[in-house]
């Protein structure tokens, strides 16, 4: 997935958070993350993005 997408799919998870008034997103995706179906670099990307010391 081209690195726009990946950064518009978080910019998306983050405002569906705020709108459901859930905002702890890095929560989320440790919860939903590895139900999805993701291409191996895609889930690399976002295991870093949303890695817990950040």
Partial sequence: ????????????????????GTPDTNAWYAKNGPKMTLHPMTREFLDYWFREDS
């Fill in 1 to 20: 997935m081209p690195f726009k997408y990946r950064m518009e799919m978080i910019a998306d998870w983050i405002g569906a958070g705020k709108a459901q």
